[in-house]
T-cell receptor, first 115, second 108 residues
């Protein structure tokens, strides 16, 4: 099993350009998440999804959009990239558990630079 | 609101020395706490969770509700323990709130 796969792994954008990060998981997980990792800030939740066709905002959603059209895929879009969105983006997934928090399985990360 | 505080950014120790990585949390309910680790060029992965009460790679962490802490400890550090460590607090829909992380450097 590949687990959680993110594409692309690296990307350089100019301010104002758009792009989409793709996250794919083959574990049949219901829940999926997008985090960003910045030095000194830890990981912060951007958006998440609790199932196919559903999405919700996390801690830092501004400037991002997401879609979960298929259970195995979770897309993160930047409509108009800004330098403040330079970061490493991590996708994660977990299965539905009754009553407690599941172990999150992470992708390898996507390093995005906005010039 | 949920909050996780890791007060130190870096801990550097010699091999064989004891390690304690501090984590404090703020949560109004019954907390679920985790330590995640990111080794160089590897993806972030779960190290341990408080409900398991187990030791992983020699690390242990005890939940202290009175002090709202979940410090990670290891009696004798190894070079392979060098990594970034994140304390995390579980919430609704399995969302995790992460601390800012601490880099552990174990010198030979």
């Amino acid at each position: 099993n590949a687990g959680v796969t993110q594409t692309p792994k690296f990307r350089v954008l100019k301010t104002g350009q758009s792009m989409t990060l793709l996250c794919a998981q083959d574990m049949n997980h219901e829940y999926m998440y997008w985090y960003r990792q910045d030095p000194g800030m830890g990981l912060r939740l951007i958006h998440y999804s609790v199932g196919e066709g559903t999405t919700a905002k996390g801690e830092v959603p501004d400037g991002y959009n997401v879609s979960r059209l298929k259970k195995q895929n979770f897309l993160l879009g930047l409509e108009s990239a800004a330098p403040s969105q330079t970061s490493v983006y991590f996708c994660a997934s977990t299965h539905l558990r009754g009553g407690d928090t599941g172990e999150l399985f992470f992708g390898e990360g996507s390093r995005l630079t906005v010039l | 609101a949920q909050r996780v505080t890791q007060p130190e950014k870096l801990l550097s120790v010699f091999k064989g020395a004891p390690v304690e990585l501090k984590c404090n949390y703020s949560y109004s309910g019954s907390p679920e706490l985790f330590w995640y680790v990111q080794y160089s060029r590897q993806r972030l992965q779960l190290l341990l969770r408080h409900i398991s009460r187990e030791s992983i790679k020699g690390f242990t962490a005890d939940l202290n509700k009175g002090e709202t802490s979940f410090h990670l400890k290891k009696p004798f550090a190894q070079e392979e323990d060098s990594a970034m460590y994140y304390c995390a607090l579980g919430g609704a829909n399995s969302k995790l709130t992460f601390g800012k992380g601490i880099t552990l450097s174990v010198r030979p």
